[in-house]
């Protein structure tokens, strides 16, 4: 398969990680779709299965938001329940009066964090609440982020978008 086949056709998950087995990709039915994208790529290209797709390891003990939330806590083992989502919703109000999260804008969010881990720069709740202000900044109109399949532009528009007049692959919400 070469690259411009993976581009050129939309993927289901399950599609990729049936791929992603078969040539040897280490717990591809634990990967989300944009790590065995990258994986699949990286096999493309190299033609040797990449372990780079680790993530980060949950530390024992107990969760950040039983430790209290606030914005200096260095993030060590998050948790996406209701209260640490309130909490990041709460904060960016403060620093942004009238913030609502646009759809996605989590999403984002969470695949930051991820990568700020896995990259291991540590960061706080307070870098976490100003990425999603950021984040939510730049949702106006269809946003566009460098990654995704060939590392190239990849346009997020909103539900119902018009792929056809789309350049770019669509991905939509």
Known sequence: MAETELDNRYWYTADLKELA??????AAAKLRKDELERAIRHFI?????????????AKAG?????????????????MGNRETKEFIKREAGKLEPGFKAKPGTRYLLNRWRDEQLRSGRPITY????????????????????LGGLAG??????????????VRWRLFCL
């Open 45 to 57: 290209r190299t033609g040797e299965v990449s372990d780079s797709e680790k993530r980060t390891v």
């Open 62 to 78: 107990p969760c950040d938001a039983e430790l209290g939330l606030r914005l200096d806590l260095p993030i060590v083992k998050y």
């Open 21 to 26: 087995r078969k040539i040897g990709v280490p």
């Open 152 to 165: 190239r532009r990849t346009v997020i528009g909103p539900r119902g978008c018009d792929s056809a007049k």
């Open 126 to 145: 307070g870098d976490l609440v100003r990425q999603a202000i950021e984040l939510n900044h730049a949702k106006r109109g269809p946003l566009l982020l």
